[in-house]
């Protein structure tokens, strides 16, 4: 290598180290700027007062518990005492004296069934025990008369002016007076019987009501041929209504026998009271349901409007509240009928 090139190499060291001198003198002297720019503000930042008394917290107010409502079930009213009034005799009906909806109370008549024939035999049943009466009275006079003979013959047995065999005779009489009484009192006593059973016939065609209450159908109408036990209307006990509904299983511990309920009828302004009286042993086994009756009080002005057979909601007015949640509705009334 020559001299020339030997400098060249040399003078190019010599660059590149400046080169590289220079470098590192400009990255030291950006990296002492920027540091002062960033740290210039925070020690400029004016303090901070803080205040000496600390505020309050404001007191949090808990929410209202929004009230549970009460549970409702689909009960169907229905009435404990209803009841075919039938009739007692066979015959034509000659006439019927109610319409639905009348009121009865015991006794009142409601039809007549013809009875021409039955006072015929009771006429002649009485014609019959006038004449068994008036044998027996013959009869008792008949024994009188014996008795007087046989006693007269035995003071004349005494006396030795008849013979025992006549007296003999006298006693038959008076036996034979006697049991003709005896005969005469049993057809007496047999006309009688007959009599009393003859009018129990004619009373028998007067139907009649035997309890109080509200005619709610009628099946027959004058003219038409009935038998014993033949059905003329149906009688219901208007003010002993109860209502039938289907309550769940959990509910027999908070609505037990003798809880009061209300009834809400749809045209009515209130609720109509109850007591719940009779609770079914056992639970269905689709629905996990059971039945309840309750016996509802019913005010007088509304017991007209109280049919049965007419549905509405029930509702437990004492008594713990179930917490399964909001009302609680039947999807049916089929299983409270």
Not at 79 to 86: P, S
Request: one cysteine or more; a positive charge; glycine letters at 8%.
């Amino acid at each position: 290598m020559t001299l020339p090139s030997c400098n060249s190499l040399i003078a190019m060291l010599c660059m590149l180290m400046l080169g590289v001198g220079l470098g590192m003198l400009i990255m030291t002297s950006r990296g002492s700027s920027v540091h002062a720019v960033v740290e210039t503000p925070e020690a400029a930042a004016p303090p901070v007062l803080r205040s000496a008394v600390r505020p309050r917290p404001e007191p949090v107010v808990p929410e209202a518990p929004t009230p549970q409502a009460l549970e409702q079930y689909v009960g169907v009213i229905f009435a404990r005492q209803l009841v075919d009034i039938a009739a007692r005799s066979d015959g034509r009906l000659e006439a019927v004296y109610v319409h639905l909806g009348d009121h009865l109370r015991p006794g009142d008549a409601i039809a007549r069934i013809e009875s021409s024939a039955i006072r015929q035999q009771l006429e002649m049943a009485e014609a019959s025990l006038r004449s068994a009466q008036a044998e027996t009275r013959s009869t008792n006079v008949e024994l009188k008369d014996a008795a007087v003979r046989h006693n007269r013959r035995e003071g004349l047995v005494k006396a030795g002016l008849v013979s025992q065999e006549e007296l003999a005779t006298a006693a038959v009489q008076v036996e034979r007076a006697r049991t003709n009484l005896e005969v005469a009192q049993a057809r007496v006593a047999e006309q009688l019987a007959r009599v009393k059973q003859t009018k129990a016939l004619l009373a028998n065609t007067v139907i009649t009501a035997t309890f109080e209450g509200t005619v709610a159908a009628r099946y027959l109408d004058p003219g038409a041929m009935v038998h014993v036990g033949s059905p003329v209307i149906n009688l219901m006990r208007s003010e002993d209504l109860w209502v039938r509904f289907a309550a769940p299983e959990g509910r027999r511990v908070s609505m037990p026998v003798g809880t009061s309920v209300g009834v809400r009828l749809e045209g009515l302004p209130e609720m109509i009271p109850g007591t719940i009286a009779h609770m079914a042993p056992g639970v269905d086994s689709m629905s996990r349901e059971v039945v309840v009756e309750a016996k509802l009080h019913v005010p007088v002005a509304w017991r007209g409007q109280m049919q049965p057979g007419r549905s509405g909601y029930v509702v437990a007015t004492s008594g713990q509240q179930s917490d399964a949640g909001p009302q609680r509705f039947l999807k049916s009334a089929a299983r409270a009928r």
